[in-house]
């Protein structure tokens, strides 16, 4: 057998399996979020939910929010 002309199949094979390994990491990682959230949501637990920078650095007004400094 002639080793040298399949050598090219190895390389193909090997990336395909690594793509695909990269694809199922990221598949259960967003597959587990989800079903994590959704869970949560159905026992009636309470996500905490990040709010942006800039909410955090001026909240909102009216009558009974803290006054920004000058």
Known sequence: MQEKKRR???????????TAVIVCCIDAF?????????????????????????KDAYPETGPDAPQRPA
């Open 8 to 18: 090219h199949l190895l390389y193909v094979g090997g990336s395909l399996c690594l």
């Open 30 to 54: 967003v597959v587990t979020t989800k079903m994590r959230t959704n869970l949560k949501r159905f026992l009636g637990v309470e996500v905490e939910r990040k709010l942006s920078p800039a």
